[in-house]
T-cell receptor
Framework: GAGVSQSPSNKVTEKGKDVELRCDPI?????LYWYRQSLGQGLEFLIYFQGNSAPDKSGLPSDRFSAERTGGSVSTLTIQRTQQEDSAVYLC???????????????FGPGTRLLVL | AQTVTQSQPEMSVQEAETVTLSCTYDTSESNYYLFWYKQPPSRQMILVIR??????QNATENRFSVNFQKAAKSFSLKISDSQLGDTAMYFC????????????FGQGTRLTINP
């Protein structure tokens, strides 16, 4: 597609349930990022995938959070046993590989707003 | 670790005026990239402008320009002839060239353009 797409746009779930958020990057982009945007914490990095390299998981806040990227394209962020503090907007971004600011510029999807009741 | 600070939580100007948003950052690296992103109420993050630290010339994109002061670690955004559509949250972001590939964001500035 022309841009990064994310689904669902909005998700309401009950505390303790698992949720899956999906990201479809720009075609040809090898790098994919997940960020979380919340009122109290601003924009936080969660995880980064680049090609076949091991992902950078340094931003995941707990072991309830995991992500995978299948076939170097679509990515799924999974939150297990959701808590109310997980309520936030989850943003996905993609970029080309390294090689200058233009290639490394991250383009964002519209985000998934998650509300945990 | 790198940090990015935006000291103006909110700003408001009249349409057609010029406005400058401030951003400072802290890093020990010599080569890096800086970005300004805009987030309107639709919540889509949109790239406004980018700057490579090794370039002394300030980046410009139509009505948007930056004042990049590397020694002072300052990266301000100037919006000329502001328009109603410029109303949004503006985020300054830092990206390392050699280190971690993530963007480090400031807290944002909420800009309102009044008619």
């Amino acid at each position: 597609g022309a841009g990064v797409s994310q689904s669902p746009s909005n998700k309401v779930t009950e505390k303790g349930k698992d949720v899956e958020l999906r990201c479809d990057p720009i075609s040809g982009h090898t790098a994919l990022y997940w960020y979380r945007q919340s009122l109290g914490q601003g924009l936080e990095f969660l995880i980064y995938f680049q090609g076949n390299s091991a992902p950078d998981k340094s931003g995941l806040p707990s072991d309830r959070f995991s992500a995978e990227r299948t076939g170097g394209s679509v990515s799924t962020l999974t939150i297990q046993r959701t808590q109310q503090e997980d309520s936030a907007v989850y943003l996905c971004a993609s970029s080309l590989a390294s090689g200058g600011a233009s290639r490394e510029t991250q383009y964002f999807g519209p985000g998934t707003r998650l509300l945990v009741l | 670790a790198q940090t990015v600070t935006q000291s103006q939580p909110e700003m408001s100007v009249q349409e057609a005026e010029t406005v400058t948003l401030s951003c400072t950052y802290d890093t020990s690296e010599s080569n890096y990239y800086l970005f300004w992103y805009k987030q309107p109420p639709s919540r889509q993050m949109i790239l406004v402008i980018r700057q490579e630290a090794y370039k002394q010339q300030n980046a410009t994109e139509n009505r948007f320009s930056v004042n990049f002061q590397k020694a002072a670690k300052s990266f301000s955004l100037k919006i000329s002839d502001s328009q109603l559509g410029d109303t949004a949250m503006y985020f300054c972001a830092f990206k390392s060239v050699q280190g971690a590939q993530k963007l480090v964001f400031g807290q944002g500035t909420r800009l309102t353009i009044n008619p």
